[in-house]
């Protein structure tokens, strides 16, 4: 009820202060509306935006449509809920646009920086475009050359916890190599100042022990390699991927439902690299390369040098292979046992781009057994009740924040559809297809500049 109520409050002072500031409202006549995905298709309906917020969804022939309204669409396009990235690492500006030509409107950043929040900020003052931005605060790990936030003891992970709570972050994202105990306290410490837990499963602590501490969410399957591969000679975690035993995986599966704990595979990331670095001559020439930044070109051209001086690259690729069938086998054991699931791509990593990425990671899902509507609906609704925001995003409803895309096909149908929207909306902010394609222009012009 303090949700709903919550909602309805923002709804009104949103609407109260387009008004007054005299913006124009936008409306959507005569569209399909997908108020969520895996439900019916709402024909001929007519949306109307102000400001930041729906303000109302009718019938085309009797909805009244404000004399001063932008229309935005064509009669019989289909007007559905923006998508969420639930893993990203976003500070490049850039990047805003690459989310937004590809259907993302919400992002969850999984590592608090300055130059996030500062960007943050300008996304949500209408300065540069880009998705809602949700973060955790720095990644806490023990100490390590090239991390800001390390504790070694309770006390330590206690006093960085607070110090994220009182910048604004939503959650910690707690680390690999973290002791067992500085973990606990680390978990302790955010339900303590009401914050989420987003965490990799440390090397010094089984899958089990973790979800015994029923935090929010556990990134990359991690942990999942050494329960699945117990007896592996190797700590490589492809290699134990590789040789996983599909036996344990449905009840494995049935104990993290039992959890409660959700999960976010980042399929895309975890097969990206090894076979990149393989053929790295092919993966700069792929169409996406014009939007890696010149660093990134760098760092990634000396990754790959680096691992070919540590691995045969063929054969890491090989091995990523089949490592990657058998996370598709364990995500398909996770969806069966109705585990709760999460939809993300660690944009940036190496040849990981921001936006595209997710398209591929939403096929991916399709491999793994799941139906167009459950994917959707898993990047849209789930993750905003995951995040406790089911009131805010993840719909298209009165009160909503109209974070929408307008389509000339059904998603539900075709995948593909996303690929090319007639239009985005985020947080009441358009971009039309023409602007899209101009801002994804702009980004790679300036990648070509060093």
């Not at 309906?45 to 229309?71: E, H, L, M, N, Y």
Request: hydrophobic share 45%; charged share 20%.
């Amino acid at each position: 009820m303090r949700a709903a109520l919550l909602g309805l409050a923002i709804f009104f002072c949103a609407l109260v202060n387009a008004r007054a500031k005299g913006v124009r409202p936008h409306a959507f006549v005569d569209v399909t509306v997908i108020s969520t995905y895996s439900s019916r298709h709402l024909l001929h309906r007519t949306v109307i935006v102000r400001g930041d917020r729906i303000v109302s969804i009718g019938a085309a022939r009797s909805a009244r449509v404000p004399p001063d309204a932008i229309i935005l669409n064509h009669p019989g396009q289909i007007l559905a809920p923006g998508l969420a990235d639930m893993h990203v690492h976003i500070f490049n500006p850039d990047d805003g646009a690459l989310f937004l030509a590809n259907g993302v409107t919400t992002v969850r950043n999984m590592n608090g920086r300055a130059d996030t929040n500062a960007l943050a900020q300008r996304i949500n003052a209408g300065q540069t475009p880009g998705p809602h931005i949700y973060s955790s605060g720095p990644i806490i790990n023990a100490p390590e050359e090239g991390w800001s936030a390390v504790a070694s003891t309770p006390a330590q992970i206690r006093a960085l916890v607070a110090d994220e709570a009182r910048g604004g972050y939503i959650a910690v994202k707690l680390y690999e190599t973290l002791a067992p105990d500085v973990f606990v306290a680390g978990v302790a410490a955010a339900r303590a100042h009401s914050m989420q837990v987003f965490a990799h499963v440390p090397l010094s602590m089984t899958l089990q022990q973790v979800l015994d501490l029923h935090i929010d969410s556990i990134e990359h399957l991690t942990g999942f390699d050494r329960a699945l591969a117990p007896n592996a000679h190797r700590d490589w975690d492809e290699e134990r991927w590789a040789n996983a035993d599909t036996a344990q995986m449905a009840p494995l599966a049935r104990r993290v439902a039992r959890s409660g704990v959700w999960n976010d595979a980042t399929l895309v990331t975890l097969r990206g690299a090894p076979c990149a670095f393989a053929d790295i001559a092919a993966a700069e020439a792929a169409p996406d390369y014009r939007y890696a930044t010149p660093r990134q070109r760098t760092l990634w051209r000396s990754q790959s040098q680096e691992a070919s001086t540590e691995h045969d690259l063929q054969a890491s690729c090989a091995m990523s292979r089949r490592a990657h069938q058998m996370r598709l086998a364990m995500l398909r054991a996770l969806h069966a046992a109705g585990a709760p699931l999460l939809i993300g791509t660690d944009a940036p990593q190496p040849f990981v781009y921001p936006g595209f990425s997710f398209q591929e990671e939403l096929a991916l899902h399709l491999d793994a057994g799941f139906t167009r509507a459950e994917i959707l609906r898993i990047a849209s609704r789930d993750a905003a009740r995951f995040l406790h925001l089911q009131h805010e995003f993840g719909a298209v409803a009165p009160g909503m924040r109209a974070d929408l895309l307008l389509l000339d096909q059904d998603p539900e149908a075709d995948l593909a559809a996303l690929r090319h929207p007639a239009g985005v909306m985020a947080s009441g902010r358009w971009y039309d297809a023409a602007t899209l394609s101009r801002l994804l222009d702009e980004a790679a012009a300036h990648n070509r500049s060093p």
